[in-house]
Nanobody, 118 residues
Framework: QVLLAESGGGLVQAGGSLRLSCAASRIIIFRLLDMGWYRQAPGKQRELVAAITSGGRTNYADSVKGRFTISRDNAKNTVYLQMNSLKPEDTADYYC???????????WGQGTQVTVSS
């Protein structure tokens, strides 16, 4: 199973920016993983924020389109989430997900907390 470590969360004012990183280890070939960022706010279900396939196609939740950008650096085994124009409703724990393109078990990171103050 892939080991994922998120970083970059923190406290930011509304309108500010944060960049989350997710470094993967214990893998053979990072580029054969579809990667995603999910978030879970208190009392709510975990939801997909953004995803990027092994081929580089991206997908975003409607609530973050135009504000968030997901990217990956296969040489560094890392996926990023650039978050701009943050809103208080973006406050949540953010989790990195890895899914082998060949199928198999998903891997999850421990999460990083993002708090946006109004």
């Amino acid at each position: 199973q892939v080991l994922l470590a998120e970083s970059g969360g923190g406290l930011v004012q509304a309108g500010g920016s944060l960049r989350l990183s997710c470094a993967a280890s214990r893998i053979i070939i990072f580029r054969l993983l579809d990667m995603g960022w999910y978030r879970q706010a208190p009392g709510k279900q975990r939801e997909l924020v953004a995803a990027i396939t092994s081929g580089g196609r991206t997908n975003y939740a409607d609530s973050v389109k135009g504000r968030f950008t997901i990217s990956r650096d296969n040489a560094k085994n890392t996926v990023y989430l650039q978050m701009n124009s943050l809103k208080p409703e973006d406050t949540a724990d953010y989790y990195c997900n890895a899914r082998p393109v060949s199928g198999g078990v998903d891997s999850w990171g421990q999460g990083t907390q993002v708090t946006v103050s109004s």
